[in-house]
């Protein structure tokens, strides 16, 4: 009996004990289901393996940056659209009665609410029976006026290859001084000024080549997406809607697990169209009952603030590509010097004539210089020259390029024959002047941006590189040479340069008087200089070699270079500094219709000036031969482009 009595104590024990477990279990899920409810709506019902759309702080480092949602057209010709598009979407529908109540209260303050573009903000409050719209300055749901010079701020470039060459920055005030870019090196102003003023000729570039908004379905459903979001908490706290909270939240999961496989428009199912049509009905459903204002603040400010840092990002993604495109050779033009190094070495040249190498050194012909690594670039100087000269045969031109580009340069010229004139090519890292390592710099461009007046202004420099001064210990048996960037289209006969008197003075050139030497002061330092004179260009420059080598500027301009390495700006703004001061009082003005430049980035040049100038100079990054040159100005480059060859076509050039 006592076994028994025992036994069933311990069976009642167990009995117990398994009660208060089934009761703290259900304690605990009684608990728990609650947890998860809420979390899942703070998480917008998101379905296993979908990546939900959150605020994203880009870096600029470069490559390599994610980015979860794919706003990359807001800046295309569809974008500002599309955003007011999708404010409209938070807008509640109001009976034509209501509406008609209200209307006379909404005419005194449409101009202030247009596009939600003030201070004003606006609270919605619906209801079954009546609705009305209260606009003051305490509640908001869209901040928009006073946040959005964020946007279109202008922002700094990202980094780029190469050596990099800081800005020149003055100390003075705006307009005593101006700050120089290396706009060569894709330096960008600091100042925060306009985006044409930011970003130089990118802004008009970036208004001719807008794009239609792609993927737009994907856009809708993100777009309604966000408006559904906003309004499931207020609908999930109604008792008695528990049919329409399950059918907004089951539509939501839906269109989220769409957009968690699909990226793009072609990546869609093909029943979207209906699963997009559900949502907003729902939403419809939704908008005829009182919403929580802060769920809808809450939304609008997550999107704002996204749309802003996709903007922002995507903004400085398109300058870095623009620069890295303006900067990179294209791959035709880089096949076709590779398809001219490989056929030189095939079959060897033969020994040009002695002759040639007499008319190098004679001064009884025009000798023209040029510095390039682009084949084709001085091929259309040398071409255009030639179709305008009165007598090609007494035109030489000496053409100076690197190690890199000497051999199809070579085979180039050999194959290409310009009417009588003669071409030599030149190695200058083979050239043996006292025993020193010599490199090739091309012309360098600036961009110097100042204020007159309280408006700012904007102009692009061009000026020699290093390998310019040494032009009289190259050619020690001339006495006069006229040097020509390899970005210039010639229009008329030069041969007037060759009798031009240019009185004492060394070199000739346009001059670009809307730059004083005064708002260069930053960079000149405090040398003394006379502050009316303009800067001047290269592009088309008459050297009188015998005044040169008797002033012995080339030690001169060494001797501002160490000067100018000292300050801010590295090697590029210090020949520029040089430039400057070593030719203080030897500049020969010439008649600006001899030279016209601004063609590489001026989008205003009008047709008349652009016929009458002797010389078309392409200064600026759109050059050309890229396909992102201003497409207007081409046609006076392509025109003395030899298309027949046959490299051109194997390479597929289509500059």
């Known amino acids: 009996m006592k076994g028994g009595v025992a036994g069933g104590s311990y069976s009642g024990k167990r009995r117990w004990k398994g009660l208060v477990i089934g009761v703290l279990g259900l304690v605990f899920l009684s608990m728990l289901v609650p947890l998860l409810f809420l979390l899942g709506l703070h998480n917008g019902f998101h379905p296993p393996g979908y990546v939900p759309e959150q605020r994203n702080s880009p870096s600029i480092g470069g490559y390599g940056t994610k980015i979860i949602i794919n706003a990359s057209n807001l800046l295309g010709g569809g974008g500002s659209k599309h955003v007011d598009d999708f404010v409209k979407n938070f807008t509640p529908t109001l009976s034509k009665d209501i509406l008609k109540n209200i209307s006379h209260k ?149 269109v989220e697990r769409v957009l968690s496989e699909s990226t793009t428009d072609v990546d869609l199912p093909l029943q979207i169209e209906k699963k997009l049509q559900r949502l907003q009905a729902s939403i419809a459903k939704a908008k005829t009952f009182r919403v929580d204002c ?98 090609s045969g007494k035109l030489v031109f000496h053409v100076l390029t690197d190690q890199e580009n000497y051999f199809a340069m070579k085979l180039w010229f050999f194959r290409n024959t310009y009417k009588e004139a003669t071409v030599e090519v030149l190695n200058i890292e083979q050239l043996n002047l006292d025993n020193r390592k010599l490199y090739l710099s091309l012309p360098l461009e600036f961009r110097v941006s100042y204020s007159i007046d309280a408006q700012s202004r904007t102009e692009y420099l061009s000026t020699f590189s290093h ?46 008087c809307s730059v004083k030497l005064s708002l260069l002061k930053s960079v000149l330092g405090k040398n003394s200089f006379d502050k009316n004179s303009c800067a001047w260009m290269s592009g088309l420059n008459v050297i009188d070699l015998v005044k040169w080598r008797k002033l012995d500027l080339s030690e001169t301009y060494k001797k501002f270079v160490t000067e100018g390495t000292t300050q801010e700006g590295g090697n590029e703004a210090a020949a520029l500094h040089a430039s400057l001061l070593t030719f203080r009082g030897l500049i020969y003005p010439l008649d600006g219709s001899w030279a016209l430049s601004g063609l590489g980035h001026d989008y205003n040049i009008d047709v008349y000036p652009i016929k009458k100038a002797a010389v078309l100079h392409y200064n600026g990054k759109m050059k050309p031969w890229l396909e992102l040159g201003i497409p207007k100005y081409k046609s006076y480059w392509k025109i003395f482009l030899n298309r027949e060859d046959q490299f051109l076509s194997d390479c597929n050039v289509n500059s």
Not at 138 to 155: F, I, P, W
Not at 222 to 243: C, E, G, H, M, N
Not at 467 to 486: A, C, M, R, W
């Open 106 to 254: 909404a005419e005194n303050e449409t101009k202030n609410i247009s596009a939600v573009h003030n201070n004003e903000q606006a609270s919605v409050v619906h209801n079954n029976e009546q609705a009305s719209v209260v606009h003051n300055n305490e509640q908001a749901s869209v901040v928009h006026s006073n946040e959005q010079s964020k946007v279109t701020a202008g922002v700094s470039a990202p980094p780029h290859d190469g050596p990099h060459s800081l800005p020149i920055e003055n100390n003075s005030k705006a307009g005593d001084s101006a700050q120089i870019i290396d706009y060569a090196k894709g330096g960008v102003d600091q100042s925060g000024k306009s985006c044409e003023l930011k970003f130089g000729s990118y802004c008009r570039w970036r208004e001719q080549h807008r794009e239609d908004m792609k993927d737009a379905m994907v856009k809708r459903l993100k777009d309604q997406l966000f408006v559904a979001r906003a309004y499931f908490p207020s609908i999930a706290k109604l008792p008695s809607r528990d049919k329409l909270s399950r059918e907004l939240r089951q539509n939501i999961q839906e």
């Open 294 to 391: 802060n769920n809808v603040d809450k939304k609008l400010r997550q999107i704002y603030d996204m749309t802003e840092d996709e903007a922002n990002f995507h903004m400085k993604q398109s300058v870095f590509l623009y620069q890295l495109a303006v900067q990179t050779m294209p791959k035709s033009h880089h096949c076709l010097s590779m398809r001219l190094t490989v056929e030189y070495f095939r079959s060897p040249l033969d020994n040009t004539d002695s002759s040639l190498a007499d008319k190098y050194v004679n001064r009884a012909f025009q000798h023209y210089v040029i510095f390039s690594t682009n084949v084709l670039a001085s091929s259309v100087v040398i071409n255009s020259t030639v179709m305008h000269a009165k007598d």
């Open 467 to 512: 390998s310019h001064y040494l032009l009289p210990e190259i050619f020690q048996n001339l006495e006069k040479v006229v040097v020509l960037d390899d970005d210039v289209v010639v229009q008329q006969d030069l041969s007037a340069l060759w009798s031009l008197n240019m009185e004492g003075k060394v070199n000739a050139a346009v001059q670009l």
